[in-house]
Structure formats: structure tokens, C-alpha cells
């Protein structure tokens, strides 16, 4: 019999990635979602379960028995004004570890959190180190809490993924690669700015390298997900420019400084525009998070940044 594995969540963009890699190398995986399959011939491996519905999705994951359990249920958008609105983040991750105590044959468990409990650039001292500055993060730091206040009776970690694309990805790391492609993105002046960011072939590699190895270590559980080195994303986009076989233009800083102060004016009014001090601080300051614990585990990664890169341009075309 083939290996069972759950993913709760497989229909938003890293679980479609992970199920296809997962049916191909020949799991028996069942993915519970209240969202339909990205990918249609995938409905037959899909239940559409909210993760909150505590009696429907115990039966659901009872009925299948799973031996590796890869929870990325979630919302993840910022929109939310209050916890409560991040429900899924909260009783959907509650629910779950209710449910894992009745399985008996269980082996690994990943629950999935977010780089968002602590701001962008900011390095925390331990895995209990947060400081969210959305109310998303605040979200998944309640995620984490859960997860440590229930421990699993089997082997266990958390994920924090940072900026992953890739095919099948949606905003806002698909409108990196739409501006790029609609000429509408330059460099600001000479600034370089360093991020890290996660092509998703590499991050179903690490998630997969989590999952079929032991995590024991109490001290360290927490695992971001990501490329190393980090990326300077002016070197990012010329390598996406060069690709569709054009060069990207730069623009002086006083420039887009300016074009930042108009914009936050015109938002004042309601009006959108599409430079804003926001947008700014974000293209110019750096966002890196440390992955060295995750390549202790995972250190090959199988695709480059330029693999990635291709492979993407190559899916939003045939998409389109």
C-alpha cells in the first residue's frame, strides 16, 4: 500500500505545487480544502471541508487515516481588521491538533505558519521571538502558540514560508513578474535591495525533506522556507527582462521619491496610484530571513533562481 498523506489546504498555490509532486512520485494523497482544486483532474483526490467545522473535517481526516499530515490551511491575506477573521489561522489549527490525538498510526505532522510574525528584516533571538505587525501575523502567532501548547504525540515542526513563487502563484508575487512583463517596473536608482524569497520547485523539496526526516529537537522546530542566497531583486528582474528579451530602465531616486509622496496624497482621497511610500520602502529596504536551519536538512536545492524564473515565464504564458 502507498504512503497516506494529508494536506489540508492543497488547492491555494504551495499545496497545488506539493500534491502534484506528491501524486507523481506516487502517494496516496487526499487534499481537504474549502476551495476547488487549481487543477481540474485533481477532484478526485479533494474534500471540500472547512477546516473550522470541527465534526466534518474529524471525519474526514479519520476516514482517511493519514501517516503524514502537511497542514497549509490557512487565510493569508492582510485585509483581515481583527483575529476573528483569521478563523482558520486560529479554530482551524485547534481543530486539527484535536483530531491528530485519534490517529494512531501518525508519523509527521508540519503546520504551516508564516514569516509575518515578525516584520520584514527583523532577525528574532529565538522560535518564541514574535513581534507581528499585521493582524495576519498576529494570526499565525496564535498558530504557532497552538501547536506548542498541544504538542503532537508524534514528530512535529513548523514552517515559516517566506516570499515563495512561482507556477500557480497569485498576488502579490505574480504582479512582480506582470510589471516586469509589462515594462512597468525600473530600478531605483543605484539601491540594491536584498530579500529572500523561495521558488516553489526548491520549497516542495524542503517541505518534503521535513517531512520524511526526524525533527526531534525541541530547540529547534521552526523552519523558514526559502532560496540562499537571498535575492538583490535588481539582479531578479534583469534576469526576468533578459528572458523576454528586453532590458530593465532606471530611474533616479528623487524621481520615485516624488512619485511616492503623490501617490500617498492622491490615497488620502481614495485614488490609487501605482507608486506609493509603502511601495517604495519595499522596493528599497531588505527583507532577509535566516533559512540555514531548514538547508541543514535540505541543502541541495534542485532548481536555480534562472530554472525557476523560465519554468514561470513559461506557466503565466500558457496561462494567460
Request: glycine share 6%.
Amino acid at each position: 500500500m502507498s504512503t497516506k498523506i494529508l494536506i489540508t489546504g492543497g488547492s491555494g498555490f504551495i499545496g497545488t505545487n506539493l500534491l502534484e509532486d506528491l501524486i507523481e512520485k506516487g502517494y496516496e494523497v487526499l487534499n481537504i480544502d474549502f476551495n476547488q482544486p487549481k487543477i481540474s483532474k485533481r477532484e478526485s483526490v479533494w474534500k471540500n471541508i472547512d477546516i473550522t467545522n470541527y465534526r466534518e473535517f474529524r471525519d474526514a481526516v479519520l476516514s482517511f487515516t493519514p501517516e503524514y499530515i502537511v497542514h497549509l490551511a490557512a487565510r493569508t491575506d492582510l485585509d483581515g481588521k481583527a483575529i476573528d477573521d483569521y478563523s482558520a489561522n486560529t479554530v482551524g489549527v485547534e481543530n486539527l491538533l484535536k483530531i491528530v490525538k485519534e490517529i494512531p498510526n501518525l508519523k509527521k505532522i508540519i503546520v504551516a505558519s508564516s514569516k509575518f510574525v515578525n516584520p520584514n528584516g527583523y532577525v528574532p533571538l529565538d522560535q518564541f521571538d514574535y513581534h507581528p505587525h499585521t493582524v495576519y501575523g498576529e494570526s499565525k502567532v496564535a498558530t504557532e502558540n497552538a501547536v506548542w501548547a498541544n504538542k503532537p504525540y508524534c514528530d512535529w515542526c513548523i514552517i515559516r514560508p517566506t516570499s515563495i513563487w512561482g507556477p500557480w502563484f497569485g498576488v502579490p508575487y505574480r504582479n512582480f513578474f506582470d510589471m516586469v512583463r509589462k515594462r512597468m517596473y525600473f530600478h531605483i536608482g543605484n539601491k540594491k535591495c536584498y530579500k529572500t524569497y523561495g521558488y516553489i520547485g526548491n520549497s516542495v523539496y524542503q517541505i518534503k525533506q521535513l517531512l520524511f526526516n526526524e525533527t526531534q529537537d525541541e530547540n529547534n522546530k521552526v523552519f523558514y522556507i526559502g532560496d540562499e542566497p537571498s535575492y538583490e531583486i535588481n539582479e531578479w528582474a534583469d534576469e526576468i527582462g533578459k528572458e523576454l528579451g528586453f532590458k530593465i530602465p532606471r530611474v533616479p531616486c528623487f524621481v520615485i521619491r516624488c512619485a511616492a509622496f503623490f501617490g500617498d496624497f492622491l490615497k488620502v482621497f481614495g485614488l490609487k496610484f501605482p507608486m506609493t511610500s509603502f511601495r517604495y520602502g519595499n522596493m528599497t529596504n531588505d527583507g532577509m530571513n535566516d533559512v540555514s536551519a531548514i538547508y541543514k536538512i535540505a541543502p541541495e536545492l534542485p532548481y536555480t533562481r534562472n530554472d525557476g524564473t523560465k519554468a514561470t515565464i513559461e506557466w503565466i504564458k500558457k496561462h494567460e
